[in-house]
């Protein structure tokens, strides 16, 4: 049996929210997912794991800051010094699509630090790469759709083809690197990419572009044991109570609100040959809450608004994001203030206000402005801006008095030479 502590998509320097810590200079945010990558670090030691394998993503770009990298350096290096392997995976976001450019975790392979292996290409590890473990590791990082496509000599125009052609050329390689696999070895697959099937988070439309999709057959092969995979930032396994396991740990933070539900963490797993059992570990983690509220009248506005948000004893050091959506003539009934000082405590708060355009009116086609009395297009207005009708009565009566009152006045004597 081997123990292999598995995450992936760390994106240790995004700092969405939040403001910077003054002893240390760096945005709070980015201090809680290197919290979390310690929270990983430390659990590899004390769980004194054979393997830690991370499946990609380093930080949110190919160009991070040496400030990031000093600090993600900082921690892996801890699991070498503790006599603790590490294979690094890169990434879409560790990779360079131009030719020739270094990635991202490029200085641990070309500093060739002891007991860390980067994976740039797709490669069979056998237990002499792997430093003597019992184990065999079937690698794919980040394949470029672009750069195979231009490898294939595929136009972008062949539509579907192009997809399938790109799929079979993956599934091509790693049949045949399982044609060289050890049956009596338990068999890691790790890969960075998306699997069919998958459930994505809302970081779809910031964190993936158009994805070459491996289909669900090919990582549920009976002759793997586990199944690493990155790239998709929500916890899920694509093979429940099956084997091999095929799990997405996500990532180790919340990107943004999309992710406010999805619970991050990690997973520890004991693979075998034919036999392996995982557990996902979550991380307490910094509160997310993320709150729409849509309200159509004044009564009880107020009252609705903080019952949207969480308790007084929850608020300190979250982030929470409050949208309204309400007709616009409610605008003046929001108090800001209010909202704000209740959420004083929190980290940051976000209130978005989303005001509703209001209907337009629109007549029969047998009618027309000039046909209908002042009365009759009040009576349209209020209905299109969905006036309780009891409210609506007392309008038009109020109306009707007004207009009583002016055509009296025009009546005059003395008045009928002012129109």
């Known amino acids: 049996m081997v123990k292999v502590l598995h995450f992936a998509d760390a994106h240790i320097d995004i700092a969405t929210f939040g403001k910077h810590d003054p002893a240390t200079g760096l945005p709070i945010r980015v201090l809680d997912f290197l919290k979390s990558l310690d929270t990983i670090v430390d659990c590899a030691i004390e769980e004194k794991v054979d393997l830690v394998l ?3 993503d380093t930080y949110k770009d190919r160009t991070p800051s040496p400030t990031f990298q000093r600090e993600w350096g900082r921690r892996m290096i801890r699991l070498p010094m503790a006599g603790i392997p590490l294979l690094l995976l890169v ?3 560790d990779l360079s699509p131009a030719s020739g450019r270094a990635h991202t975790l490029q200085e641990f392979d ?3 630090v002891p007991k860390v292996r980067v994976i740039q290409k797709p490669e069979l590890l056998k237990p002499a790469d792997l430093w003597g473990l019992p184990l065999q590791v079937l690698a794919l990082p980040w394949v470029f759709r672009s750069s195979l496509m231009a490898t294939l000599q595929l136009s972008p125009g062949d539509g579907d083809a192009v997809n399938e052609e790109l799929e079979k050329r993956i599934a091509t390689i790693l049949e045949a690197r399982m044609q060289e696999l050890d049956p009596a070895l338990p068999t890691i697959l790790t890969a960075h990419a998306s699997v069919q099937g998958a459930v994505y988070g809302n970081e779809r439309t910031v964190m993936l572009g158009k994805d070459v999709v491996l289909p669900g057959s090919l990582v549920k092969d009976p002759r793997l044991d586990y199944v690493a995979l990155g790239h998709i930032h929500k916890f899920q396994d694509l ?30 797993a004991e693979v075998e040959k034919g036999e392996t059992s995982y557990r996902f570990i979550p991380f307490k983690g910094r509160a997310f809450y993320d709150r729409t509220v849509k309200v159509k009248e004044r009564e009880n506005l107020m009252d609705r608004l903080f019952a949207a948000l969480p308790p007084v004893s929850r608020i300190p050091d979250s982030i929470i994001r409050l949208i309204i959506e309400y007709p616009r003539e409610l605008e003046v009934f929001i108090d800001e203030t209010a909202l704000r000082d209740y959420c004083s405590s929190a980290l940051e708060f976000h209130l978005i206000r989303r005001p509703q355009q209001e209907s337009r009116l629109r007549l029969s086609p047998d009618q027309s402005i000039a046909s209908l009395s002042p009365l009759d297009l ?10 309780k009708p009891k409210q609506t009565e007392t309008l038009q009566s109020l109306a009707q008095s007004i207009i009583q009152t002016v055509s009296s006045d025009e009546n005059l004597p003395g008045n009928e030479g002012n129109e």
Do not use: C, M
């Open 54 to 56: 991370f499946a990609g």
């Open 91 to 93: 990434g879409n976001h």
């Open 110 to 112: 070309t500093l060739q």
């Open 239 to 268: 093979n429940p109570g099956g084997h091999p396991p095929v799990v997405y740990p996500g990532s180790i933070e919340r990107v943004d609100f999309g992710e406010a539900a999805d619970e991050k963490g990690f997973v520890l």
């Open 378 to 387: 009040l009576s349209l207005y209020w209905s299109s801006i969905s006036t």
